[in-house]
C-alpha cells in the first residue's frame, strides 16, 4: 500500500482534477474521483450519468478535469462503457474505462444496465460513489439511503433498509467486488488499483461511502470524521471479494468483533439528517450492523 507522502505526490504528478471545481465545500465524492483517478494515473476514460459529478467537472473554460468523460443519461453509462471498451480492446489499447456514477444512477435508475454489463462480463471499473441520496436534485432518497435518514422525499426518516448493491454483485459473481471509504484514501487507491491491472478485461464494482455535507446536514469540518465513525462503528464494513471470496479490509477488520466497535450513537449524533431519530429505529440499525456483517461472514 502506498504511503500517505507517495499518494500525495502521486497526486500532484497525475493532477487528474483542478482545484476549485464545483464541488460543495468537504464534498467526499470529489475527493474520492480525484483519488481514484490518481490511481489510474489518469489512463482513464470515464462514462458519468446524470449527477452532482455531471456538475463539479465544470464546462468550457471552467473544465476541472485531466480525463476524457463522456456523460450519458441515467441508465446508458454500462452500454456505452462496453462500446468504449470493446474499441479500445480492438485498437490494442490498455486505457481503463471507468463508469464513474452515484447511488440512484446504479442502485435504482442503472441497475439493470449495470447488472447487464456485468453479465456479459464487459471490460469495465463501475465505480459507485454513494453519497446516500439523489443529491444533485436536491437530497431525494435513493435505494441507497439508510434507514432512519432524512431527505427531502423521506422527512420523518426512512422506514426501510438500504439495498446493498456491493452484496448483489457477489451475488452476480463478479470477478472483484470491494467496498471503500473516501475517509481512508491508501485503502481507496490500493483497491483502484488492483481492480485494474489484477482484474483487467472483466467487470469490476467499487463502491465508495463518499459524506455529502449539504445532503446529509453535517459541517463541512466533519465530513471525514463522518467516514471514520462510519468505520469505527462498523455501520460501513471495508472489504473485497474476489470471486465471491471475501476478505475485511484492515481498516475495518477488528471491528468483525462488535465489542470493539463504537456506539452507533457517536456517528448519529453529527449528522443533522439523523436529528430526533426514534430510538426504535436506532435499534434497528444497530440490528442492521450485525445483520450485515453474518451475512459478509459467509462470504468469507
Ligand atoms: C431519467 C432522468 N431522471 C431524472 C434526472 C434528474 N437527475 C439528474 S442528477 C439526479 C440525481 C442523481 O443521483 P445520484 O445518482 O445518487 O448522484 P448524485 O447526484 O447524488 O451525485 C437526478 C434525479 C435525469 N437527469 N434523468
Ligand atoms: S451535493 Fe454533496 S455530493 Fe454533490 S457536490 Fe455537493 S457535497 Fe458533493
Ligand atoms: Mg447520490
Known sequence: MVSTKELVNIELEVKAIEKGNLACP????????????SALKGDAIVVVPACCT?????????????????????????????GIARKLKRDGKKTTVVVWA??????????????????????????????????????????????????????????????????????????????????????LFAKIE??????????????????????????TKDSVLVGELANNTGYWPLYEAVNG????????????????????ADYLKIQGRFRNIDPEIVKQMEEDIEHEWSILRKFM
Open 245 to 264: 471470496k471475501l476478505e475485511f479490509s484492515r481498516p475495518s477488520r477488528r471491528f468483525n468483533d462488535p465489542a470493539k466497535r463504537k456506539p452507533l
Open 194 to 219: 488492483r481492480a485494474a491491472t489484477e482484474f483487467a478485461g472483466h467487470f469490476r464494482f467499487i463502491q465508495i461511502y463518499s459524506p455529502c455535507p449539504p445532503g446529509w446536514n453535517i459541517d
Open 54 to 82: 455531471s456538475v463539479i467537472q465544470g464546462a468550457g473554460q471552467g473544465y476541472g478535469m485531466h480525463v476524457p468523460i463522456f456523460n450519458t443519461a441515467f441508465a446508458s453509462a454500462p452500454p456505452v462503457a462496453s
Open 102 to 187: 452515484g447511488d440512484g444512477g446504479t442502485a435504482d435508475i442503472g441497475f439493470g444496465s449495470m447488472s447487464g454489463a456485468a453479465e456479459r462480463d464487459e471490460n469495465i471499473l463501475y465505480v459507485m460513489y454513494d453519497n446516500q441520496g439523489y443529491q444533485n436534485t436536491g437530497n431525494q432518497k435513493s435505494g441507497a439511503t439508510p434507514r432512519g435518514a432524512k431527505t427531502s422525499t423521506t422527512p420523518h426518516g426512512k422506514k426501510s433498509r438500504r439495498k446493498d448493491i456491493a452484496r448483489m454483485m457477489m451475488a452476480q459473481e463478479v470477478s472483484y467486488v470491494a467496498t471503500a471509504n473516501a475517509s481512508y484514501p491508501q485503502d
Open 26 to 37: 468537504g464534498c467526499q465524492l470529489n475527493l474520492s474521483f480525484k483519488h481514484a483517478l
